[in-house]
T-cell receptor
Framework: DVKVTQSSRYLVKRTGEKVFLECVQD?????MFWYRQDPGLGLRLIYF???????EKGDIPEGYSVSREKKERFSLILESASTNQTSMYLC????????????FGSGTRLTVV | GQQVMQIPQYQHVQEGEDFTTYCNSS?????IQWYKQRPGGHPVFLIQ?????EVKKQKRLTFQFGEAKKNSSLHITATQTTDVGTYFC????????FGAGTRLTVKP
């Protein structure tokens, strides 16, 4: 089975800190995605990547950046954390373009205080 | 980006009753996917529909894709307590947009 691993299950950070959320997948998937999940809003797409060193903005990229230096790793960066970025962050991967089902990581619940 | 609307937001049923959640898009979707998220868990892929008018079944779950490929539904027959969770639809090409989800609770 494909495994998508997010480095932390829970994180507490202070306002203004730079935050790195790491995601690693072990099945050579081309595509990787970052979503945030908030009650009543579902999953909102932050950034995605179809290939190494490639990135595309999703619907809510403001305040975030990403890095994909290796195919298996996709990092989400909060340059200066703010309280409105308190959320559940979910990383996902899929095999290729064509709408195959996503495999999600377990999520990182980030609290910014 | 395209938007996918999902209703209802919540549904509470008695065990044994049926349940349906609906998904609508203002634009034609190349495909629609359905996911289930158990409480405290992460979304798990259930199924993908691609063809206009497509119907797929997984045991007590029936998934439909509308003729115009703008809407979809998930119907659960005779719910069980194991069906509890939030059901999400997602539509798009490869960068999928998710609906807000329908949270299902089942009273034994």
């Amino acid at each position: 089975d494909v495994k998508v691993t997010q480095s932390s299950r829970y994180l507490v950070k202070r306002t203004g800190e730079k935050v790195f959320l790491e995601c690693v997948q072990d099945m050579d998937h081309e595509n990787m995605f970052w979503y945030r999940q908030d009650p009543g809003l579902g999953l909102r797409l932050i950034y995605f990547s179809y290939d190494v060193k490639m990135k595309e903005k999703g619907d809510i990229p403001e305040g975030y950046s990403v890095s994909r230096e290796k195919k298996e790793r996709f990092s989400l960066i909060l340059e200066s954390a703010s309280t409105n970025q308190t959320s559940m962050y979910l990383c996902a991967s899929s095999i290729d373009r064509g709408g195959y089902g996503y495999t999600f990581g377990s999520g990182t619940r980030l609290t910014v205080v | 980006g395209q938007q996918v609307m999902q209703i209802p937001q919540y549904q509470h049923v008695q065990e044994g009753e049926d349940f349906t959640t609906y998904c609508n898009s203002s634009t034609t979707l190349s495909n629609i996917q359905w996911y289930k998220q158990r409480p405290g868990g992460h979304p798990v892929f259930l199924i993908q529909l691609v063809k206009s008018g497509e119907v797929k079944k997984q045991k007590r779950l029936t998934f439909q894709f509308g003729e115009a490929k703008k809407n979809s539904s998930l119907h659960i027959t005779a719910t069980q307590t194991t069906d509890v969770g939030t059901y999400f639809c997602a539509g798009g090409n490869n960068d999928m947009r998710f609906g807000a989800g329908t949270r299902l609770t089942v009273k034994p």
